[in-house]
């Protein structure tokens, strides 16, 4: 049964003013649709921002540890409705429920951290070079944020931008992806039962085009944070004005080297599950592998029989390892790219095809693909499919394997499997991604350390993380400096 859903303004819930509605439907079974959601347009926005607004100017004085122990409760209460929202994540955006529980325990994850910095949110304080003064840095707010995310993490995604949001006295207008609207609404009703006040986190439903980009260059929105394609996420940044705070977490084109002394039972787990694991739909997916010569043969053998023993279907099914695509769009444009790898002259190893068996007509289902012999400069090989297929690429060397892996304009996620100290340290060092794997693959970042990358990736802060990521993007310093001496102090010039 679908469920009518509908926008959160100013603490209140209300459909759209423009009465008009979406549905999102189940990937894996489109008969299924899951929600019923306000077309918003421009009005509700404005509506939403201003509600946002006003209620910046309470939340920000509301000390950081009180909002931490907001976000503690909803903490808890993801935990207690783990499993359901599992579930929900899998039927509105198709990845198989053990990821499906993983997106909700990353959201779970992060509650908790930025729950904890409520008590940490923490500056410097320093001597002043003049007597009977004192001098201090400080976190304050930023304002109105616009959140903007995705559907391939449509619990997780989110909780990473509105958790650290909240506990830096922001105030959030936020935006979900159009394919998981009862995901985002689940997570703003925990949120609200936890005591997050009116206005304080607004839930717009809606399209990019109307909403997104209304939302993102709102004269009343003080930061973007945004998550998705590198093609909007540096459309947006351009439209928007210069002094808005902006961070964008875009794409990837992420790859996995494996070298000749490589543990290569675990290079082809990590390929499979960096390759496969949703659907190929994470900007970290590892969709090129880039195999030392010498076991190149022996790899794409052993890699191809474990591609072809995947088992495609419902993820809400134990059986299944790989659910369907999130839409028609992206099964065609997946579909698309297999055709260009087989015009560029790669060797289509195994899959290829859409994959309509029994129940699996009703989704969107196409078969885990492996191009081997791919060039590093076919388009397989640079750009991002977002989908089940790799393209395995041959190497000379070390040296050779890392200009490969960096010779795309992206720079999310690489990983080497290496059983050499010496080569997994100048890996490392050399490449040039925002996050390197040793022994394991491109996926599967922890959110207590920044996620982000590199080049066309990402722009602005990172996400995640404490003060190395999140912090930074929902903060700004203040630097105080305060003078008790009863005089004129003149800082450089009294000595
Ligand atoms: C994404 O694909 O947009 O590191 C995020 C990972 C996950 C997050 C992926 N923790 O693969």
Redesign the pocket.
């Known amino acids: 049964m679908a469920e009518v859903i509908k926008n959160l303004v100013d603490g209140e819930w209300r459909e759209s003013s423009t009465g008009r509605t979406l549905e999102s439907l189940n990937p894996a079974d489109t008969t299924d649709t899951v929600a019923i959601f306000p077309k918003s347009g421009r009005e509700d926005v404005d509506r939403a921002v201003e509600a946002a607004r006003r209620a910046y100017e309470r939340w920000r004085l509301v000390p950081a540890p009180r909002r931490g122990e907001i976000l503690f409760r909803a903490a808890e209460t993801l935990v207690r409705r783990k499993e359901e929202l599992g579930r929900l994540v899998t039927r509105e955006m198709g990845k198989v429920l053990p990821e499906g529980l993983g997106d909700v325990q ?1 959201a779970i994850d992060m509650t908790y951290y930025m729950a904890g910095e409520g008590r940490r949110l923490s500056g410097e304080t320093v001597p002043s070079e003049l007597p009977n003064k004192d001098c201090k840095s400080i976190r304050v707010p930023i304002g109105v944020f616009a959140l903007i995310t ?1 559907w ?2 449509p619990i ?2 989110p909780a990473w931008k509105i958790m650290p949001a909240l506990i830096c006295g922001n105030t959030v207008v936020f935006k979900p992806s159009r394919y998981t609207p009862l995901c985002a609404t689940r997570l703003v009703e925990i949120l609200v039962e936890a005591g997050v006040p009116e206005g304080v986190v607004n839930l717009v439903h809606g399209t990019g085009e109307e909403v997104g980009e209304y939302l993102a260059t709102h004269p009343g929105v003080d930061g973007v944070s945004f ?1 998705g394609s590198t093609a909007v996420g540096e459309r947006l940044a351009k439209m928007c004005d210069p002094e808005k705070e902006i961070s964008c ?1 875009m794409g990837g084109k992420n790859a996995i080297i494996v070298m000749d002394d490589a543990r290569l039972d675990l290079a082809v787990e990590g390929a499979i599950w960096g390759g496969f694991g ?1 659907t190929g ?5 590892a969709s090129r592998v880039v195999v030392h010569e010498r076991v190149y043969d022996r790899f794409l053998e052993l890699f191809v029989e474990a591609a072809r023993r995947l088992r495609l279907g419902n993820g809400l099914k134990r059986e299944t390892d790989v659910g369907p695509l999130i839409n028609e769009d992206q099964m065609e444009k997946v579909l698309r790219y297999i055709k260009i790898g087989q015009e560029e002259g790669a060797r289509l190893l195994t899959g290829g095809r859409a994959y309509r068996e029994g129940e699996c007509s009703k989704g969107y289902f196409v078969e885990p693909t492996v191009f081997a012999d791919v060039e590093p400069e076919m388009r397989i090989a640079q750009e991002e499919i977002f989908g089940p297929v790799v393209s395995v690429i041959k190497a000379r060397d070390l040296d050779d394997a890392i200009r490969i892996v960096n010779g795309v304009e992206y720079g999310l ?1 690489s990983a080497i499997y290496t059983q050499d100290v010496n080569k997994s340290a100048i890996a490392e060092r050399e490449l040039d991604t925002g ?1 390197v794997y040793i022994n394991a693959s ?6 207590q350390l920044p ?1 982000g990358g590199t080049k066309r990736s990402g722009l602005g802060h990172r996400e995640a993380g404490g003060r190395g990521g999140a912090i930074e993007m929902f903060s700004k310093w203040k630097v105080i400096y305060r003078d008790y001496s009863g005089r004129l102090q003149k800082a450089q010039i009294d000595r």
């Open positions: 990353e995705p391939n993490f997780a995604i998550t977490e949703t739909q994470r900007c970290t997916a996620s996050l491109t996926i599967g970042a922890e959110i996620f």
